[in-house]
């Protein structure tokens, strides 16, 4: 096999053409890439050149050169030439008539622009591309080598304090998932052409070199020579020599996912956010305190197993985790002069590649089971307030735990033994909501308490994680390694200082999700740093009624104003909101559960629809639960439609409501179903199917053909 790292796209001779014909000069680096893209991706090259699409060229423009190229601002200013030329040279080569030449140059011109966004984007950049710039920004040839070589040996030497970082919001681990899916997606793109070579070469030839099919491994030949010319690619489109720099002697300048143990945490707590809430958008909330940067160090080198892998002084069975970590190792500089944000980084491979090795907590007969990046990311998304291992273990239990318990802070004893033991009896009481607990209740406790203890004990060594008698929770280390690893997953994560400054539709939206204590105090912190004024809470009631009225899967007002109750928002910005037409009910319910007298007929209907829709699915869901109930007790297997549930509560819950609604039950069920379409759909179907009053049934059926409707136009909407 010839070893050339040329490709038949017609450059060489496209580039003397463009000088000769159309006396330009063309930049070499990015006519190769515009021009290897494409027929890569498929571009037809009977024209001697590839022939670019509409198609091909968003694809090449936006998807590709931004992830595989390094260009100066003169290139990118001399974009648009290079593709006038070309569609002007597949012209010459009568493969385009005049309209096709000039809806090519339409699309191209249309390009352009978002070409210059993609390379300008930071979650566009790979190592190559990263140190490219940089490099290039210091006066450096990228295409000498040997120049390249000694940029690359001085930036090793250099202090890791006085190196540059990548922009933000990237992270190392960010650059490395990039590097390494887009050398996928190269070597997937040269597999294609090989394909094509093999099956139809075109007539302007192969476009790849010819492969060693005669080789005794032909597979692995082929593989290595693919791989080769992509790293000669890569070299020309970055810097010369990066990949085989980046490949041994200055591979820690570019670490690739798997020498980063925390990206494989990171994808996993992704994994646990979208079980929770369907959407990586959702943030989490800031952890209440975080070291200083100048505090990371001390923290991490304090923590016995980070101190025990950088010295060399543990067991056979953490030597797996010592590798992965590069401790002792390649990761000793950044243990001995490593910035806060490294070491930040090394203190989550630590905790991330301990927690990997740790088995799960599992309840009698596979009941429950949950392992040590569950328990990491429970502890965040509660705020990272402390939790009790005899809870945490009541709460995975088939009958859970009462609502009001499971976010709820535990106490931090100061003196507790080390030894994990149950609390007594009045604690434990206290801690599930039991009136009493019985000695059955403690054994059944008892085993799997001291798994998770355990379990919270050897998390505990990496410094993240503290556990004093039952109480367990994350360190200041912990909270800050734990935002670190979310946001490399691509959690939303915030700190205290974002969440101060979002307005007061993101900060509702975004506490309706806390914990009631942690989303109160952030409710009265937004509107305190606002100066504490009517208008401050006013904005955030007006952005509860705007959300009601907008999202379909919106929390009820109850939940709202219960956080806004805790915050303590004044009487007078409720008072003012007693006219609202969605939240008006429920300032009225506030108010009167703080002694006030506030007559109802203040209040609009839609606003006391509002409030019923949200109390009627309450006792929908409370028939629900109350039926499943006896179907166990009773051990029925088949499962009854909603339809089919008798609504013990819910009928006169609704009766009691309508007999006071103006205009009686059928005015009443057209309210609901305007007031709220899609909570109210299973109301009505319920009245519908099991009111004895048939007017009231008819009426509720109408109804829900009208709710149906409003619930897929608002859904309808929400999609675009």
């Known amino acids: 096999m010839t070893r050339t790292n040329a490709l038949n796209t017609g450059r060489d001779d496209f580039l003397s053409w463009a000088t000769g014909e159309r006396g330009v000069a063309l930049p070499v680096r990015l006519t190769d890439a515009v021009l290897t893209m494409l027929a890569l991706r498929g571009a037809d090259r009977r024209a001697g050149v590839p022939e670019p699409t509409p198609g091909l060229l968003r694809q090449v423009l936006h998807e590709d050169l931004p992830q595989l190229l390094c260009a100066g601002d003169d290139e990118l200013d001399a974009l648009p030439g290079v593709l006038g030329t070309l569609a002007d040279r597949v012209r010459a080569a009568g493969r385009l008539n005049a309209k096709r030449h000039a809806r090519l140059l339409a699309a191209a011109e249309d390009a352009v622009p978002g070409f210059r966004r993609a390379m300008a984007d930071p979650a566009n950049l790979t190592w190559h591309r990263w140190y490219a710039s940089l490099l290039t920004a210091d006066g450096v040839d990228p295409d000498d080598p040997a120049a ?30 990039r590097t390494f899916a887009v050398r996928i997606r190269l070597g997937e793109a040269l597999l294609a052409a090989f394909a094509r070579d093999t099956r139809e070469a075109s007539p302007a030839g192969p476009l790849l070199p010819t492969p060693p099919l005669d080789d005794r491994r032909p597979d692995d030949a082929l593989s290595s020579e693919l791989e080769r010319i992509a790293d000669a690619l890569t070299d020309r489109w970055t810097a010369a020599g990066l990949a085989e720099a980046f490949a041994a002697r200055h591979a820690a300048l570019a670490p690739a996912p798997e020498t980063m143990p925390h990206v494989t945490l990171a994808d996993r707590m992704l994994d646990e956010h979208l079980d929770y809430y369907g959407d990586a958008s959702v943030p989490l909330p800031p952890p209440p305190a975080v070291p200083s940067p100048d505090e990371i160090r001390d923290l991490l080198h304090a923590a016995p197993l980070p101190a025990a892998l950088a010295a060399g002084t543990f067991d056979d069975e953490l030597r797996d985790v010592a590798e992965r970590c590069g401790l002792p190792g390649p990761a000793t500089a950044v243990w001995a002069e490593g910035t806060p ?44 307030t402390p939790d009790s291992v005899a809870r945490k273990i009541a709460d995975a239990k088939s009958d859970g735990l009462p609502p009001e318990l499971e976010d709820a802070p535990t106490p931090v004893s100061r003196n507790a033994p080390d030894a994990y033991a149950l609390p007594s009896p009045e604690e434990l009481s206290a801690l599930l909501g039991l009136p009493a607990v019985t000695d059955a209740d403690r054994a059944e406790l008892d085993a799997p308490a001291g798994g998770l203890a355990s379990l919270v004990d050897q998390l505990a060594a990496t410094g993240c994680v503290f556990r004093t008698g039952d109480t367990y929770g994350l360190t200041p280390l912990g909270a800050a390694v734990m935002r670190h690893v979310l946001t ?135 028939d629900m639960l109350g039926h499943m109930k006896r179907r166990h007790a009773t051990d029925e297997t088949v499962t009854p439609a909603a339809a089919d549930t008798p609504p013990t509560t819910l009928l006169p819950a609704f009766d009691t409501a309508a007999a006071a609604w103006p205009g009686g039950a059928a005015a009443l069920v057209d309210a609901l179903a305007e007031a709220d379409p899609g909570t109210s759909l299973r109301i009505l179907d319920t009245l519908h199917a099991h009111h004895p009053d048939r007017t009231v049934a008819d009426a509720a059926a109408h109804a829900k053909k009208t709710a149906q409707r409003a619930s897929s136009s608002r859904r309808s909407n929400e999609r675009t």
Do not use: C, M
């Open 148 to 177: 390249v070589g000694a940029w690359l040996d001085a930036h090793e030497n250099t202090p890791h304090a006085d190196r540059p970082v990548p922009p933000e919001p990237l992270h190392r681990s960010d650059l490395a998932e």
């Open 488 to 622: 490399a997953g691509h959690v939303a994560a915030p700190d205290q200082e974002t969440v101060a400054e979002w307005n007061a539709a993101e900060t509702v939206a975004a506490t309706r999700h806390w914990p009631t204590r942690i989303a109160a105090a952030t409710l009265a912190a937004w509107a305190a740093h606002r100066g504490g004024t009517d208008e401050a809470w006013g904005e955030l009631l007006d952005a509860v009624s705007a959300a009601k009225a907008d999202e379909a899967d919106a929390a009820r007002t109850s939940e709202y104003f219960a956080r806004l109750d805790v915050a303590a928002i004044p009487d007078t910005v409720l008072r003012a909101a007693l006219t609202d037409p969605v939240t008006g009910a429920a300032a009225r319910g506030l108010l009167l559960a703080r002694g006030e007298s506030v007559p109802e007929d203040t209040v609009p209907l839609t606003a006391r629809a509002t409030v019923l829709v949200e109390e009627l699915d309450q006792r929908w869901t409370d």
């Open 341 to 384: 944000q490294e070491l930040l980084e090394l203190a989550a491979d630590v905790l991330a590649a301990q927690a990997e090795r740790l088995p799960p907590v599992t309840g009698p007969q596979e009941a429950y089971s949950f392992d040590a990046a569950h328990l990491l990311y429970s502890l965040y998304e509660r705020g990272s």
